[in-house]
């Protein structure tokens, strides 16, 4: 049978591998001069290759359409492209939050991976191949390539991808595609994205510092209710927060309902603990033995050991306690009061960071329009769906790649 899969991202190459391991006749189609150029800046260069959790937590972790997944993540677990990446060659190592990364810390090693397995099974690579339409016929599809060349296939698999990350090829060529066929694209926004906030003069200050182990909370001040909770690292930037915790908040945020509003109307607040490992009370029994340890010094010069250099004028500001003021003078109202700012850090969101930015797409073909045990199109027969281009999405940590391998692998089936 022959087979087209438009898009070398880990999606088209997983589909084509498993398409030709079938015995199918397959050609790879990139618009790019090279393959898997998203995958090669993942992780910063590492590669997060998967997720060590059990595949059912999989789940949980992917806001966008988790449960459509089932199928695909029981298909292709993380063990397989473990397991695949070891029969390559290619050793792999757990890190922090359960993360999985190759042993050599290359993205480039995990990408030879797939662009060797491809070669061996004599898959046709076809380069700086711009895919225009899908003509459906009979039983045959025909695909129109930019310069005007037709081919044609029974079976075709689109995986182009997203529209995050543009200059990797993720365009968003695929949806114009699949609309021209009758698919519906729920709405495109960024997630895994940085947050920019009002309060732009405190994450100006701030820019660049990087914090461990923090403890976040994103709620609606309208109802008071948490929408997302993270403990881990975050970052501050020139124009918000960055960093794991706060990427994995955004595709919570992203489908929250009325989220537009709700940021414009400065009802998304974001709440730092920068030291979630103590209680309030243990809090202050820390700032009063480091006061009774430092009583002749003004307030100004106390935090050191407590808080990054960086850190300390923004919080004496918020705290409202003279900075030249005498530790041994700072009462217990004052104390109290520094101990909440540093519990709850209060930052109002104002809005996401442009989808360029995005490290995934939150959007995309419509789930239902697609039979989740095989990934092939309800509307028509003969297409299938792989990656970023379906509407699902993950938290970080390596979810979003294995839902690449596992629609990939499903599609290419």
Known sequence: MKVIVIGGG??????????????????????????????????????????????????????GN?????????????????????????????????????????????????????????????????????????NKLKVVIENGTLIEAEKVILATGGKSYPLTGSTGDGYKIAEKLGHSITKIKPSLVPLECYDNNICKSLQG??????????????NGKIIYEDFGEMLFTHFGVSGPTILSSSAHLVRYKNIEELLKSKKIILKIDFKPALTYEKLDERILRDFIDLKNKQFKNSLDRLLPQKLIPIII????????????????????????????????????????????????????EINPKTMESKIVPGLYFAGEIIDVDSYTGGFNLQIAYSTGYTAGK
């Open 317 to 368: 500001q918020k705290s409202n306690i003279n900075s030249d003021k005498k530790v041994n003078e700072i009462n217990k109202i004052e104390r109290k009061n520094l101990v909440e700012i540093l519990k709850n850090f209060e930052i109002t969101i104002s809005k996401f960071r442009p989808i360029e930015e995005a490290i995934v797409t939150s959007g995309g073909i419509n789930i239902k």
């Open 209 to 222: 510092l990087s914090l461990k182990n923090v403890g976040i909370k994103i709620s609606n001040k309208e």
């Open 66 to 138: 988790g449960q459509f997944l089932y199928s695909c993540y029981r298909n292709y677990t993380n063990l397989d492209i473990i397991r695949f990446l070891k029969e390559q060659g290619l050793e792999v190592k757990e890190e922090r939050g359960n993360r999985i990364f190759p042993i050599t810390d290359k993205s480039l090693d995990v990408l030879k991976c797939f662009t060797d397995r491809l070669k061996n099974l004599n898959v046709d690579i076809r380069y700086n191949m711009k895919v225009k339409d899908i003509i459906k016929e009979e």
């Open 10 to 63: 880990p999606a088209g190459m997983m589909a084509a591998i498993t398409a030709a391991k079938n015995g199918d006749d397959v050609i790879l189609l990139e618009k790019m001069q090279s393959l898997g150029r998203k995958l090669l800046i993942t992780g910063k260069g590492r590669c997060n290759i998967t997720s060590s959790l059990p595949i059912d937590d999989f789940i949980q972790n992917t806001p």
